[in-house]
């Protein structure tokens, strides 16, 4: 099986290490909220404000209204970016290498990493825990400016630390107003769908 995905052998194959790549960052996601499940479960009841999640209507709209209004915002400061860095910095080189091979299977794993993987624990994370944390102790303004300033940082890209911020900012303000981890999740999805598609049409 593995062998068929790509996995055998000594070295991985760009399919492999789209696979691993996921594989890894689903471990990853289940250590970390195991951990933060597990440290504040003394805590019990967990306040109300924290990992609020419901499928509804309104939450839905909120996440798709958050991403059409994101789109203006987000291409200006995708602008300014590529200024203070010249058009360097901010690829995955084994995207690259996969859009180049058209390999299907691994374009769909890299697609279900961002689009539906990278959401729901990012949101959970950032959005359910860390935001709500910091608003016991500072604005909810300020909240959200250094909650999406740590998620940006947390992604380990220099040069897209000032898009991601202000992603990380708009998906807090949502999550704020709609009360319901649903909308930063669907804008996040929405966010990630659109950028890999936009890179698959490219690099097709």
Not at 4 to 14: E, W
Not at 25 to 42: D, E, F, N, T
Not at 86 to 91: A, D, E, L, V
Not at 126 to 131: H, N, S, V
């Amino acid at each position: 099986v593995l062998g068929g995905l790509g996995l055998g052998g000594a070295g991985l194959s760009s399919r492999g290490k789209a696979i691993f790549s996921l594989v890894y960052y689903l471990l990853m996601a289940a250590g970390s909220l195991g951990v933060l499940w597990w440290s504040i479960r003394p805590y019990k009841p967990i306040p109300k404000d924290m990992f609020r999640i419901k499928a509804s209507g309104p939450g839905l709209l909120w996440g798709l209204g958050g991403y059409f209004v994101a789109l203006p915002l987000m291409f200006g400061v995708a602008l300014l970016n590529q200024k203070i860095w010249q058009g360097q910095g901010g690829s995955n080189p084994l995207l690259q290498t996969v859009l180049e091979e058209q390999d299907g299977v691994a374009l769909l794993v890299f697609f279900a990493t961002a689009a539906i993987a990278a959401p729901l624990f990012e949101e959970a994370l950032f959005r359910g825990f860390l935001l709500p944390s910091l608003t016991r102790y500072l604005s909810t303004g300020w909240a959200i400016a250094l909650s999406a300033f740590i998620f940006a940082a947390a992604h380990l890209s220099l040069s897209e630390v000032l898009p991601l911020t202000v992603l990380g900012a708009i998906l807090g303000f949502v999550y704020t107003r709609s009360r319901n981890l649903l909308s930063p999740m669907v804008l996040h999805s929405a966010w990630n769908s659109a950028t890999m598609l936009g890179l698959f049409i490219l690099g097709g």
